[in-house]
């Protein structure tokens, strides 16, 4: 357990009795973002941010880290697994939208419940929204997913159901395929690992975890890379994301 002290009269942080450093350098804000990241979990921060009016679940950097990416890659259909209360698939089919690029975004789900299949039917971005029930890892669900692919789209992927490592491994073998050059499939809420010792997580979450499938998988997929895409803009001296999806970012080369 670390200990830390933050002295803010002399503008100080110490971690484990060690040399106090500058509490306004880089290193003290990567350190303190890293605990907040696990404290705003247990919190359920991200339980409390809408887009266009459906819940999202997401951190707002995630989100726009993510938002910079399709922008990038501007993709013709972006699958996702996980559809919950469809906000996620409503902020893809919003920057399709906005973009003026794009055609189609998928949203995959073992159970998408009436109340939520509802909401999502009657918003205004459900004409770019096609869903489909059942488990993103049986095969005739593959093959739905495959069936509205056109052979020239560009896919991108987005991994958000279940996050055990063997149904994240399953899916990451299942839907590889579809990504094309230059695009990604992401496999979310690596945090996991990283919030195994909070009161809300649990201990065997320290292996059987998103993240570490993503990094199995890139092991032994040489024709994807592991890595969170570099900053389109910095002005800032900051290196690393504040990020509940670490080792999420597979890209295709």
Known sequence: MAQILIDTDKATISFDGNASIDLYSREAFEA?????????????????????????????????????????????IIVETGVAHGGSLVYCASLMKAMGKGRQVIGVDIEIRPHNRKAIEEHCMWPMITLIEGSSTAP??????????????????????????????????????????????VATDGIMREVADTPLGKKDWIDDNPANAAEAFAATHPEFILGHPAWQFNESGLEHEITGWPSAYLRRT
């Open 32 to 76: 303190v973002s890293s605990i907040w990241m696990k404290l705003s979990w247990n919190q359920k921060y991200s339980y409390t941010f809408t887009w266009m009016g459906r819940p999202v679940i997401q951190h707002p950097e995630d989100m726009i880290r993510f938002q910079e990416i399709v922008c990038d890659v501007r993709p013709d």
């Open 140 to 185: 005739e669900i593959v093959e739905q997913v495959r069936a509205l692919i056109r052979p020239d789209d560009c896919v991108l992927v987005v991994l958000d159901s279940d996050h055990s490592y063997a149904h994240v491994a399953n899916e990451l073998e299942n839907y590889a395929p579809f990504i094309t050059s230059g695009s990604y499939i």
